[in-house]
């Protein structure tokens, strides 16, 4: 057999040529499948190895009904929480030779079921990571979106699904607090339609019910920086002697604009955040924060996706506690 071709690549219809065969016999001999006649499948072969034919990865997917290209679906990119979390999953992806496509709904729940559909019609599988959306909008977007994973949104709907244990974060840190002596605290709230602030509610009651004359005052605020700067004034003005916020970028944004006013942290006030960001030990003073295996949380959300991807059951739901990392923004609740 002569090759022709001069310096262009080859085709699959070269190697159908020169094996003599169709290009759907060649298409079944790329794809592995058992169908084709031994002598046949040789001759193939034999034509693949003398043209040095390089299939299309892309076409090849494309003739299997795959992309080999997962989506990650999250309500904040600028959250080094979620930044981690999509670290963890790309590092276990890239392993098994897939790409992560990401999209950011801007913490605006009214985006996040078209997002999610939008993505999955685009992928092989979902990645849906704290949702703020209706439960309605959920129920939706589990019925279409298999195969997928949920991360941080607690659901009966039979789903795999992992999540941090945050109603024993806050029980972390408003033990921390009771033993440093405060008993008038401040929680900053995330937003209303968050599921993990749910999950800390139910932390601060309990804390509440554990420690006799604790007192805990809820006030909604967000999740950025911004949302902690702002709300510094109104955190002065009340009776509070330490502060729980919501997430360490909270903490945070407090932290810098009570340094603005020459607040004594932890003199005056003491403050604590969740989540341990990178941030978090290089704030002024360093943040008291709560630890969560953020990359590791990935890693197990990507296992978890190749196990729906291959039609394994879901398992039970995987919850993760953190652990307290104390720092210099907490100390003994003033006189």
């Given at each position: 057999m002569t090759d022709t071709r001069g310096t262009r690549a080859a085709t699959i219809g070269d190697v159908a040529r020169t094996a003599g065969v169709s290009r759907a016999t060649v298409s079944r001999v790329l794809n592995g499948r058992a169908s084709v006649d031994r002598a046949l499948a040789e001759r193939v072969e034999t034509a693949i190895a003398q043209l040095d034919y390089r299939p299309s990865e892309t076409a090849r997917n494309l003739s299997l009904g795959r992309t080999n290209t997962i989506a990650v679906v999250v309500p904040d990119l600028g959250n080094p929480m979620f930044q981690a979390i999509l670290h963890g999953v790309t590092l276990g992806a890239a392993e098994d030779g897939f790409q992560v496509l990401v999209g950011d709904t801007r913490e605006r729940p009214e985006l996040e079921r078209?997002?999610?559909?939008?993505?999955?019609?685009?992928?092989?599988?979902?990645?849906?990571?704290?949702?703020?959306m209706p439960d309605e909008d959920l129920a939706a977007v589990l019925a279409q979106a298999a195969p997928m994973v949920l991360i941080n949104r607690p659901t009966p709907a039979p789903v795999a699904q992992l999540a941090m244990d945050y109603?024993?974060?806050?029980?972390?840190?408003?033990?921390?607090?009771?033993?440093?002596?405060?008993?008038?605290?401040?929680?900053?709230?995330?937003?209303?339609?968050?599921?993990?602030?749910?999950?800390?509610?139910?932390?601060?009651?309990?804390?509440?019910?554990?420690?006799?004359?604790?007192v805990v005052q809820r006030q909604e605020v967000g999740a950025s920086l911004d949302a902690g700067s702002d709300i510094a004034d109104a955190?002065?003005?009340?009776?509070?002697?330490?502060?729980?916020?919501?997430?360490?970028?909270?903490?945070?944004?407090?932290?810098?604009?009570?340094?603005?006013l020459g607040v004594s942290v932890p003199g005056r006030?003491?403050?604590?955040?969740?989540?341990?960001?990178?941030?978090?030990?290089?704030?002024?003073?360093?943040?008291?924060?709560?630890?969560?295996?953020?990359?590791?949380?990935?890693?197990?959300?990507?296992?978890?996706?190749?196990?729906?991807?291959?039609?394994?059951?879901?398992?039970?739901?995987?919850?993760?506690?953190?652990?307290?990392?104390?720092?210099?923004?907490t100390g003994p609740a003033p006189a």
């Open positions: 078209r997002a999610a559909l939008d993505a999955r019609r685009r992928c092989d599988a979902l990645l849906l990571c704290a949702p703020r109603r024993h974060a806050i029980g972390l840190v408003a033990d921390h607090l009771a033993g440093l002596g405060h008993r008038r605290l401040l929680y900053l709230g995330g937003p209303l339609s968050s599921a993990s602030n749910r999950l800390r509610l139910e932390g601060v009651a309990d804390a509440e019910k554990r420690h006799p004359g604790l955190v002065l003005r009340s009776d509070a002697t330490a502060v729980i916020a919501f997430n360490d970028l909270v903490a945070i944004g407090l932290l810098s604009r009570l340094d603005d006030l003491s403050v604590v955040g969740v989540d341990d960001i990178p941030f978090a030990r290089y704030s002024r003073p360093h943040l008291t924060t709560v630890s969560l295996p953020k990359d590791a949380l990935g890693t197990q959300a990507w296992a978890q996706l190749k196990d729906a991807m291959a039609g394994r059951p879901a398992a039970e739901p995987v919850w993760v506690e953190g652990t307290l990392v104390e720092r210099h923004s």
